[in-house]
């Protein structure tokens, strides 16, 4: 999160940006929380508790989840709601290449009860229009 945090401690010193900077600043925080996201989907201990084949080799349970869940999980992440929690009602899905069971848990508002409607909103048509 160094753009994040660079950008909150700077805010004065940088003043306003222009949109290819501000594009090139979601460049970086995107590529940050993909990583992210393969770093948890590859770690062992996610695989253990939430992946069928306990013995797949971390890339492969990670190469496995469908583009679309990937894309999703990323957003999530993101913004912060790809949680210990949530990766209870997910995680699992993903690993499966469970396409409709994560969008049953997408559309679960009492899963995402933190995320503002319109957020909640635009997930949903995402993952349904891709």
Same mark, same amino acid.
Not at 86 to 110: H, S, W
């Given at each position: 999160?160094?753009?994040?945090?660079? @950008?909150?401690?700077?805010?004065?010193?940088?003043?306003?940006?222009?949109?290819?900077?501000? +594009?090139? +600043?979601?460049?970086? /925080?995107?590529?940050?929380? @993909?990583?992210?996201?393969?770093?948890?989907?590859? /770690?062992?201990?996610?695989? $253990?508790?939430?992946?069928?084949?306990?013995?797949?080799?971390?890339?492969?349970?990670?190469?496995?989840?469908?583009?679309?869940?990937?894309? +999703?999980?990323?957003?999530?992440?993101?913004?912060?709601?790809?949680?210990?929690?949530?990766?209870?009602?997910?995680? $699992?899905?993903?690993?499966?290449?469970?396409?409709?069971?994560?969008?049953? &848990?997408? &559309?679960? @508002?009492? &899963?995402?009860?933190? &995320?503002?409607?319109?957020?909640?909103?635009?997930?949903?048509?995402?993952?349904?229009?891709?």
């Amino acid at each position: 999160m160094f753009s994040l945090e660079f @950008r909150c401690k700077k805010r004065d010193l940088v003043g306003e940006i222009t949109e290819q900077q501000q +594009l090139n +600043l979601f460049m970086i /925080s995107y590529e940050e929380a @993909r990583k992210d996201v393969g770093r948890i989907c590859k /770690s062992r201990w996610e695989i $253990k508790k939430y992946h069928t084949n306990q013995n797949i080799l971390p890339i492969q349970a990670w190469d496995n989840i469908p583009d679309k869940i990937k894309e +999703l999980l990323i957003d999530l992440r993101y913004r912060g709601d790809y949680s210990k929690r949530t990766r209870g009602y997910i995680q $699992k899905l993903a690993y499966d290449g469970d396409v409709k069971g994560f969008e049953k &848990v997408l &559309v679960d @508002r009492n &899963v995402w009860f933190t &995320v503002p409607k319109d957020r909640f909103k635009r997930r949903i048509d995402f993952y349904e229009n891709n």
